[in-house]
């Protein structure tokens, strides 16, 4: 336990910038497949047929695309193009557009689920859609969708491990080379995990506090 402690204080470093770049790319990638998500989720709802096919294809591809293939692909198919897209960036966008597709069917299911009196009452008050949408569909629709967001926020943070595939220092990546330089392959190892769990469990215990605000305004 000394020999481990000894080497984790003088990796601490290298492991607290890959602790912080995982942060990082995971709340980009939450933020961006959020708003991506809503708004995919609104128009698989409430577009018109050839507004819903191309979102409808984007959620089926997405979803059926293995993470790890996404990943390569938003890091390689970018150069080809001719744009530049640095390694961190092409893993939040991928990571974002996966999280886009499974929070737009989050979204569109929870719309779906509120009973469609709500619009005629809303229409009844002399409110326009895009008021109806924001101040009566939206919030009934975040209460019911919070959970499995959450759920798919746990699930990009332990997908952000497979950026180190592209390069990107997050904890993986940081972790194996501090295991190349000690050898202390267990420790370490157990030691990122027991980091990812931590973020895991704050970030579950954060919706389950808005889920409790929610249930308390709604």
């Known amino acids: 336990m000394d020999a481990f402690l000894a080497q984790l204080w003088i990796a601490r470093w290298p492991i607290f910038d890959g602790f912080l770049m995982t942060i ?15 708004i995919v989720g609104i128009q698989l709802v409430f577009g018109s047929f050839l507004v819903k096919l191309p979102f409808r294809l984007y959620v089926d ?6 993470l790890l293939v996404l990943i ?3 890091f390689y198919v ?6 530049s897209l640095s390694a961190p960036q092409a893993g939040t966008l991928a990571l974002g557009l996966f999280a886009g597709a499974h929070i737009g069917e989050l979204v569109r299911g929870s719309l779906q689920a509120i009973p469609p009196g709500q619009i005629e009452a ?27 967001w959450i759920n798919t926020g746990v699930e990009l943070i ?7 595939m592209i390069g ?10 501090v295991i190349g330089r000690n050898f202390m392959t267990i420790q370490f190892y157990v030691f990122a995990g027991i980091l990812y769990l931590v973020v895991n469990i704050a970030l579950d215990l954060l919706g389950k506090s808005l ?3 929610l249930g308390a305004r709604l």
């Open 72 to 74: 390569l692909a938003a």
């Open 78 to 83: 970018p150069a080809v193009l001719g744009l």
């Open 61 to 66: 591809i997405m979803r059926g695309t293995p």
């Open 158 to 164: 332990k997908g952000s491990s497979l950026l180190s």
């Open 122 to 148: 809303g229409r009844a008050i002399g409110l326009r859609f895009p008021q109806i949408l924001a101040n009566v569909l939206l919030p009934q629709a975040l209460r019911t969708a919070l959970p499995p």
């Open 168 to 177: 990107v220092g997050e904890l993986l990546l940081k972790t194996q080379e």
């Open 24 to 38: 990082g790319i995971s709340v980009g990638a939450i933020v961006f497949g959020t708003i991506l998500g809503c």
């Open 211 to 213: 889920e409790r605000r």
